[in-house]
C-alpha cells in the first residue's frame, strides 16, 4: 500500500474504533457539558468577528466546503457573523483556487460564490460590522424569520442561480421550528453535499441545562432531525465525522444528501 494510501486506512481505523471507545466518548461528552456550562464557545473569532463555534466544529465546516465546493452555503442564524465570515472567507478561497487551475480572471466586485445568512434579529451593531467586512460583498443578509413563507421564497430564488448547494441551521432551537426549517431548506441541498444542523447536543445534556431557553430534553434540534429523517431516506448522517469530532455540537446533525 503507498504512503498516502496507508495514512487513510490508518486514519479510517482510527475514528472507526471511537465508535465502541465508551471512555473517550464518555470523556468528550463530560468535556462538552463542562466547557459548555463555562461558556467556552464564545471565546472566538474568526477574520474579526466572533464565531459561536467550537474550534471542532469549525474544522469540520472546513472540510466540508473544501470537499464539496459549493457554489451556495445558506445560513441561519446570523448572531455576531462569525459563522458568515467563515463560509465567505472559505468560498473565496475555492474561487482564488478555481482561478489558479483555470487561468480564470476573477472578478472582485462579481465573486462567483455566495453565502446567503437569514435572521430574525440582526442587530445594528453586528450588521454595521458586517456590512464594513472585506467579504461583505460575499454574503446576502436576510432580515426575517428563516420559516416565514416569504423569507423561504426569496432564499428559494436566490437558490435558483446555483448549482451546488450547502445548508448550516443555528437559529431557533426548538423541535418545531428546525424541523419547519428543514423543511424549507433541506430539499435545496445539492447530492453529495450536506445540511449541518447545529446544537443538536441539547438532547444530550442534563435535562434542565438551558434553564432560560425554549428549548430542551426531547424539544431540540436532534429531535427534529430524528423525525425529519423518518421521512426523508435522501439523507443520511455522517457519523464517521461525529466520531471523529468528538466535542461537537452537532451530533447526528451532519446530513449527508445521497
Known amino acids: 500500500m503507498?504512503?498516502?494510501?496507508?495514512?487513510k486506512h490508518e486514519k479510517s481505523a482510527r475514528i472507526a474504533s471511537y465508535g465502541s471507545d465508551e471512555s473517550f466518548n464518555r470523556l468528550s461528552q463530560d468535556w462538552l457539558r463542562e466547557s459548555?456550562?463555562?461558556?467556552?464557545?464564545?471565546?472566538?473569532?474568526?477574520?474579526?468577528?466572533?464565531i459561536i463555534q467550537y474550534p471542532s466544529d469549525i474544522i469540520a465546516v472546513q472540510e466540508l466546503i473544501w470537499s464539496v465546493r459549493p457554489d451556495l452555503i445558506i445560513e441561519t442564524g446570523i448572531a455576531h457573523g462569525g459563522s458568515l465570515i467563515l463560509s465567505a472567507s472559505l468560498l473565496a478561497l475555492l474561487d482564488l483556487c478555481d482561478a489558479a487551475e483555470t487561468g480564470e480572471l476573477l472578478d472582485p466586485q462579481a465573486p462567483k460564490r455566495m453565502v446567503i445568512g437569514v435572521d430574525i434579529d440582526i442587530r445594528s451593531h453586528n450588521r454595521a460590522?458586517?456590512?464594513?467586512h472585506p467579504l461583505a460583498n460575499r454574503f446576502n443578509l436576510i432580515l426575517g424569520s428563516s420559516i416565514d413563507p416569504q423569507i423561504v421564497s426569496s432564499v428559494r430564488e436566490i437558490a435558483q442561480k446555483y448549482n451546488r448547494i450547502m445548508v448550516f441551521l443555528d437559529s431557533m432551537h426548538t423541535q418545531d421550528h428546525v424541523l419547519a426549517?428543514?423543511?424549507?431548506?433541506?430539499?435545496?441541498?445539492?447530492?453529495?453535499?450536506?445540511?449541518?444542523?447545529?446544537?443538536?447536543?441539547?438532547?444530550d445534556m442534563p435535562k434542565g441545562f438551558f434553564l432560560s431557553r425554549p428549548w430542551d430534553v426531547g424539544n431540540n434540534p436532534k429531535t427534529a432531525v430524528h423525525k425529519f429523517l423518518a421521512k426523508h431516506d435522501e439523507f443520511e448522517l455522517d457519523l464517521e465525522l461525529q466520531r471523529k469530532l468528538q466535542v461537537t455540537v452537532a451530533p447526528d446533525g451532519f446530513l449527508r444528501r445521497r
Request: contains cysteine; negative net charge; proline residues 4%.
Open 36 to 50: 459548555m456550562a463555562r461558556q467556552y464557545v464564545y471565546n472566538f473569532e474568526w477574520l474579526g468577528r466572533p
Open 181 to 203: 426549517e428543514l423543511e424549507a431548506y433541506a430539499g435545496l441541498v445539492s447530492s453529495g453535499s450536506y445540511c449541518v444542523v447545529f446544537d443538536t447536543f441539547v438532547e
Open 129 to 132: 460590522a458586517l456590512e464594513a
Open 2 to 7: 503507498d504512503p498516502v494510501s496507508q495514512f
